[in-house]
């Protein structure tokens, strides 16, 4: 393969999708079997340049690859005289390939499994089929954009790339309309979903402008890699604030996380994605969107912690990172032990599991928060699908019986699903387990127990405030470990076990080969995913560099960081939280599953806090009072009616109204003193032309009002004469 | 050829007057003969004008393609035109968009000559302003592209017509007068009207003129320009008069209105306030950038408060066009300073500002036109009685889609190079400001994407029912505009390249 070609590969990675966008929307809109062909066919190729890449980085080593990273840019945008130029290109460093390694075949499953979800030969083929393979190709080249970046501002154009599709997709259902008024549309969550992350973009770009303003540069080597710079900025401070340069920086970057990867408090619009179709929330969810959050702090998180060294004081991005991450995952774990919809539990648990990867980061776990990232990707993907499956199914039940009135999403109508469909049923357990944290087999286990083993550290050996800080991470994180396992318990066991408790979950069928394959393929990585993250020290003993994450990824930053020795306390702690939250939802909804019109056993006995759960701490109801309203208030009375209407036209028409009582005085005068003296004026008026001529300044005067006056004529002239 | 290169800008000047003396000539009711010769007339100074685009040195300083003649010789005031890197972009605007914009009045019945002719006649006035080098013949072609505006909105506007049109000529008119003595004023103290002369010596001059002094009339003439192109921006809270010309105007009317006319008010602070006032400026600049911000914001709250589409897209100009005058302020503040930093800072600013004249006009255009496509069907603008139209017009809804995401500044299209670039280059200056102004791009969003939901989203209004599909001819109006929007987000380098050279010369 020639040097030309590999280092283009990188930047030709969002072209595919890019393509098949374009060819879907202006060609193929019509004919189903080609849009779907183009879409998937362009994910293969993706896959096999995400092969290419990977193959060739592994060869060349992590360290040579974080020193020389495979790619090409070229002059984008002239910045100031002839030789400054922003230069945009894509490039793959060892932190790139840790993203290659599951974007690409996340969004081959997420884009073929949507060709049996959008019921594809079937008599309930979507209206707009076409449309959504555009839209996904579009998402997939947002985040293929993002991942290859070679600078901020083009990471930014993914980015938002993937805010619009996400908007669309969400959106995807425009029409649909629900009995009750108060539960959120799918346009409505479109809207509420782009808004809410667009808080945090407005920031991020105010973030990325400051950074070129003191940096000079975007490009993540130059910065990155370059520890006088870094240095600069650590040492700088903002006037006033008392905080680094690099500090607020990292804050306002951080802010577009905290909406990308609905970090609270903008966490509110994740759930309502559900609202799009179901491979959409797995793209949302696990390959693209929300992985984009954190994938953008973990690549900034040399400036983000700079001044930062191992084990010493946080520094203010890593502090907010920290707090916010750790109640996060606490915050979203207990919402999702209270909801009933099934794509809504994993909603929260999504938005807890980001925040485990924040907090890691926070604690300066950088590794840990990417290995996180990597393992979460699939298998949350596969729970999204299998719970797309399980709707699906129970959809066909519908179907069957007629009853378009029982919600299909809601896990109290299902039950027994387990024997109708086991392929769904055994891949989904795999990808709960792997979200619990089963420890040893899933790859989930060995992700959060990194995370952990880390904080712990940090709260043992930490020093200013990075103590304190590692001990908020380590107990929340344990605490949200163990309702994790308890409600993925729960929801695998309203789902599966026991007996159908509606028509629906009686007459629901496996769903179709297209559907299940993508399942195997996500289950498969689920498990072995974690294998590429076994500490080296696993257990106290020496096995050697087993820990490729580790050796590869941590090639990404200038100082290659030291993994934490094996400590016994994390490890049972975090065997210990798991195995307690599975028990317990064995105990409750594995040995006595609810039976057919019985109420959840979780009501009863959280009481009157589980109301308080179920409305999500009524944020919404918050945001929409204190927020939404308002906005609304002062756009439409005070902005536009009060200040434009009433003060400032009220001001113009008082102007106008006084203008014209002057006038009709003076017309009073002109009809009583001079009546009828016009020719009298026009002889005034040559006269005194002729007197003022020879005054150069009247002539000024003359010119500018005469052409002022022709103009006039001649547009008159053309209305009067020609306007029949 | 030779002809051509050496009399391009009079040719392209002078080419849509001669259309429209054709089109005098022929009789009123062959309205198919007078459309198309319309149009075709409009494609001679496009053709030019993309002549001239290729033709344009970006290596060469100053002016190109000077065309001199005397003409009022005792004034000192000559017909002077010339071309720079920015004037050469806002050319190329105003020619791109008139055949478009003569395209899109296909539809019009009534009068079809007279509106034909007029519409060449504001063609010449704008193209006047942005290639005149002359004080003198600015202000005349300023005066010739009011006018025929002025009886587009009042003979073909919509109901409340005749309000809107006086407000628009009385406002307009009022800046215009401030202008016209302030230009008075200058020529006779300089003894010329010539803007590059006036820019060697006008800023060091230290003779007053009628008992007043120097610094005195120099004041006087800054806030005398600074109102009058505050107003054709506009800049709050001098906009007013821009909702209703909007509202009311023709669909090609609102097109040119907000594409052209508006970037005259920019162009004229860039042209004229910057290198004649440059002490003036300086010192007010924070003035000009507060209220840059209040346009930026209220624009946007404006719009999100509106229930009639137009009116909604035409608040969005003064939100876009506060990016404008923010750059423009950064420039005013720090250009040519000692300090590099701050120097690359005030090209980057005012290179975003030119840029975003350019976008604006592209994607305003294309959304008054979009809210034009629905008018003709329904006859309402009222959002609340759209819904659900994405059902019967797709492909309408994915050119509205793609039109308001270049507005929004969604990044890959057009908008969000030069917002990015007006903010990276204020945040040195205006921090504050600048992140204010993130409150009206956030805005920015919530009101497209509410107009977005408002028309084509939900359940169908049946009474929509029959409403047909963007046309044939509908889509060669939009379809070129979206092609730009896209080049220039991709490659911004093609129109940047030549912005920049100018800019950096002028404030670098």
Redesign the interface.
Known sequence: MSHEFLNLLPVLMPVPPLIAFFLI?LFTNRVRWLSHTIAVLATVICVVFGVILLTEGWHMGSHDLAHHPVGEST????????S?WFKMGGMMDPLTMGMLFFVPIAIFCIVFYSIGYMGYGTSHVDKYYSRFFAFLSLFAAGMFTLVVADNL?LL??G???MG?CS??LI?FW??K?YKDPNQITP??A??KA??TT??GD??M??G???L??QAGTLSFSEILRNEEMLHQLAAATVPGLGISVAGLIGLLLFAGTVGKSAQFPLHVWLPDAMEGPTPVSAMIHSAAMVSAGVYMVVRMFPLLSAGWHHNGPPTAPMVAMGLIGAFTALFASTIAVAQNDIKRVLAYSTIAQLGYMIAALGVGAFIAAAFHLVTHAFFKALLFLGSGSVIHGMEHGAHHTHDHDTDAQDMMNMGGLKSKMPWTFWTFLIGGMALSGLPLITAGFWSKDEILAESFTAMIHGEGGMGVLGAWVFILLAVSAALTAFYTMRQIGLTFIGKPRTKLAEHAHESTWTMILPLVILAIFAVAAGWLGIPDDFLGIEWGEINTFHHFVGAALIEHPAGVLFNWIPLLTSILVVGLGLYGGYLVYWQRPVEEGAPDPIVERLGPTHEVLKNKYYFDEFYDKYFIEP??Y????????W??RKI??GF?HAV?KGTEAVAHRFRQFDTIVINGGVDWLKDRFLDFAQAIRSF??G???E??WH??IM??A??VL??LV??? | MDFILDNLLLLILLSPLFGMVVI?LIP?DEKKLIRWTAFLFSLVPLALSLVLWINYDIGVPGFQFEHKATW?A??NASFHLGVDGISVSMVLLTTILAPLAILASFNIKE?V??YM??FL?LEVGMLGVFMSLDL?VF??FW??GL??M??LIN?WGSDNRRYASI?FI??TMAGSLGL?LA??VM??SAGTFSIPVLGEIWPAMEKGILGMSASTVKAVGFWAFTVAFAIKVPIW?F??WL?DAHTEAPTAGSMILAGVLLKLGAYGFIRLVLPLFPEQAYQAAWIIGLFGMFSVI?GA??????TDFKRLIAYSSVNHMGFVVLGIAVAARVGGSIDA?L???S??AL?GAVLQMFNHGLSAAALFFLVGVIYERTHTRDLNKYG?L??VMPAYG?IL?FCA?ASVG???LNG??SE?MV??GA??VYAIY??LA?IG???T??YL??AL?LV?????NQEWKQVTEISVRERLVVYPLMALMLSIGL???WV??VI??TV?RLV?
């Not at chain 1, 002062?634 to 009616?641: F, G, L, P, R």
């Not at chain 2, 084509?456 to 169908?460: V, W």
């Open positions: 929307v002059l984008w945008l002239p910045i100031d005289g002839v400054h501002l930014f154009v980015w938002e790339v619009l908007y669309l959106g425009y029409d309309n346009r409505q479109a809207v782009f808004i667009r808080i407005v920031l770009l105010l990325i402008a400051y070129y303003t906005t609304k002062v756009a439409a009375k005070i902005v536009y009616e200040m434009d400032i036209d113009l106008g150069q300044t002539k000024v005067q010119y500018l052409s002022l103009a006039w001649f547009a053309l209305v020609l306007s029949r | 005098l009123g009022y005792p004034l009068r000559r007279m002719a007029l006649l003198i202000f005349l005066e010739v006018v025929p002025y009886f003979q407000k009385l406002y016209l230009i008075q020529g006779l809270p906009h007013t909702p209220f709250y404006a719009s999100y408060g509106q930093g120097a690359e800072s090209v980057i290179n659900g994405w059902t994915g889609i995401m969604l990044p890959g969000f190079v990015f903010v990276r945040w040195s600048t992140a993130m791009l956030l805005l969003g919530a994407l509410k939901r084509l989203h939900g359940s169908l490659w911004p380098r940047l390249e920049n050279a950096t670098g």
